[in-house]
């Protein structure tokens, strides 16, 4: 089997609420549903910081995707959702190997159903015989339910005269989306006494679940005023189209729910 890319010991190099440890590294496949000919996955962290004659001692399994070839997409990822929709009935051929045995197993089924396994851990769901799993929704879902996901924090954080609070989709696979939650969070802590949380999306319900890796952002300030606060926001939110002249057309609703 490929030897996987060494890594530190630390969770802060693996996605969040997936049965599976998913490095950082994957930030792509996962943004548009597409894992490719090479990409090698373990049930276990420290797998990937061993060699292959060691990794075979540990408990747990392993992933080696053989089809699809790599290729090159002409989307960004988290540019939009249309990607990772149409990648999610793809077809994925991939080697499922017990670690510590001989078993191996040849499976041939969507991207999705792999995707699924990784996030739920439930080996039943690659069998095509069974309902097929709806596509999660995303961070450009969750901008809809904003002051629904209010509500996922604690009481004690509730606005009152002297906090403002902003809260924004974030999605920490999807380029665009996490580039804007990173460049917001440091906007806000560099200006103002921020407290940053992060809940995963899915605790709103529903439904249809929303992707593991979507979150609702939430910053605090205090002793500040929402004026200051939509001026910082502008200033890293705001990108006008070229040669567009006149006043500013910012429309912070556009990105997330200030209060």
């Known amino acids: 089997m490929e030897k996987s890319k060494t890594m530190a010991k630390s969770k802060t190099n693996f996605f969040p609420n997936f049965s599976w440890a998913i490095p950082k590294a994957f930030a792509d496949p996962l943004s ?24 075979r001692k540990i408990p747990g399994r392993a992933i080696q995707v053989l089809s699809p070839s790599r290729g090159v997409s002409s989307k960004t990822p988290g540019q939009d959702d249309s990607a990772f929709a149409e990648n999610w009935n793809s077809e994925v051929i991939f080697e499922l190997r017990d670690l510590q045995g001989d078993k191996c197993d040849s499976v041939t089924t969507t991207q999705g159903r792999l995707y699924s396994f990784l996030w739920l851990g439930n080996e ?14 995303s961070a450009s879902a969750l901008k809809k339910l904003l002051p629904e996901a209010t509500k996922l924090f ?8 002297d906090q ?12 665009l989306y996490h580039d804007k939650y990173l460049n917001v969070k440091e906007k806000l802590q560099a200006e ?7 809940e ?37 939110l705001y990108k006008p189209a070229p040669g567009r002249k006149g006043v500013a057309r910012f429309r912070l609703k556009t990105h997330g729910l200030l209060m």
């Open 192 to 198: 103002f006494e921020t407290t940053v949380q992060l």
């Open 32 to 55: 548009t549903c597409r894992f490719e000919q090479g990409d090698t996955l373990y049930e276990k962290e420290s797998a990937y910081n061993l060699p292959w004659s060691d990794v």
């Open 154 to 161: 604690s009481a004690e954080l509730l606005p009152d005269p």
């Open 200 to 236: 995963p999306a899915g605790i709103l319900g529903g439904s249809t679940p929303f992707l593991p890796t979507v979150h609702v952002a939430s910053f605090t300030m205090k002793n500040t005023t929402g004026d200051l606060v939509e001026d910082a926001l502008q200033s890293v």
């Open 164 to 175: 403002i609070r902003f809260f924004l989709p974030a999605d920490l696979a999807a380029g």
């Open 124 to 137: 039943d769901i690659l069998d095509g015989d069974t309902d097929s799993p709806p596509v999660p929704r």
